[in-house]
T-cell receptor
Framework: GAGVSQSPRYKVAKRGQDVALRCDPISGHVSLFWYQQALGQGPEFLTYFQNEAQLDKSGLPSDRFFAERPEGSVSTLKIQRTQQEDSAVYLC?????????FGPGTRLTVL | GENVEQHPSTLSVQEGDSAVIKCTYSDSASNYFPWYKQELGKRPQLIIDIRSNVGEKKDQRIAVTLNKTAKHFSLHITETQPEDSAVYFCAASWVTGGGNKLTFGTGTQLKVEL
């Protein structure tokens, strides 16, 4: 079956622009996570959804970051007024009770 | 919160040798420990995981051990092959009925040389 998909795969933004990153989880997966992976580092947790409810957003680095999952399936991570330090790969994962299945990520480059 | 340390950061072995990667965690409540393999430009893929009620788990050439008392867990790869070359991440989480965010280590770049 289809795995987790993300779009776009690559995004180049000028500093100050807003961006929106999309995640399509595995069908039927209740849990959805967003992680940020800087170059040469491990993924770092940003936020977690259970169905449409955002239960944990403790990892969002600033109020410029916003995530939603309005119908409990597709999720969007939005970054407003992008800055150079936002450059990273943004990974989405959907989950059974234990195992998290990752998408291919969106590589964001802020110039 | 949870903190996961991983060593070594790079590891070079000869084909056929064994490789061992070690991690420590800080939160005694953590009860699920997966290992992910990430090839360059690709998504992390789960290769093996272990829960805190088990001390060791093996899947063909890959094994994971867990010492809850010491808060250590390790990945063992035997008979390494060139296709094992990748970055390996350990992680820890506290699994409840829902919501099990992973805290990752910093990764180990494994290179298997011919």
């Amino acid at each position: 079956g289809a795995g987790v998909s993300q779009s776009p795969r690559y995004k180049v933004a000028k500093r100050g622009q807003d961006v929106a990153l999309r995640c399509d989880p595995i069908s039927g997966h209740v849990s959805l996570f967003w992680y940020q992976q800087a170059l040469g580092q491990g993924p770092e947790f940003l936020t977690y959804f259970q169905n449409e409810a955002q239960l944990d957003k403790s990892g969002l680095p600033s109020d410029r970051f916003f995530a939603e999952r309005p119908e409990g399936s597709v999720s969007t991570l939005k970054i407003q007024r992008t800055q150079q330090e936002d450059s990273a790969v943004y990974l989405c994962a959907s989950s059974t009770i234990n195992e998290q299945f990752f998408g291919p990520g969106t590589r964001l480059t802020v110039l | 919160g949870e903190n996961v340390e991983q060593h070594p950061s790079t590891l070079s072995v000869q084909e056929g040798d064994s490789a061992v990667i070690k991690c420590t965690y800080s939160d005694s409540a953590s009860n699920y420990f997966p290992w992910y393999k990430q090839e360059l430009g690709k998504r992390p893929q789960l290769i093996i995981d272990i829960r805190s009620n088990v001390g060791e788990k093996k899947d063909q050439r890959i094994a994971v051990t867990l010492n809850k008392t010491a808060k250590h867990f390790s990945l063992h790869i035997t008979e390494t092959q060139p296709e094992d070359s990748a970055v390996y991440f350990c992680a820890a989480s506290w699994v409840t009925g829902g919501g099990n965010k992973l805290t990752f280590g910093t990764g180990t770049q494994l290179k298997v040389e011919l």
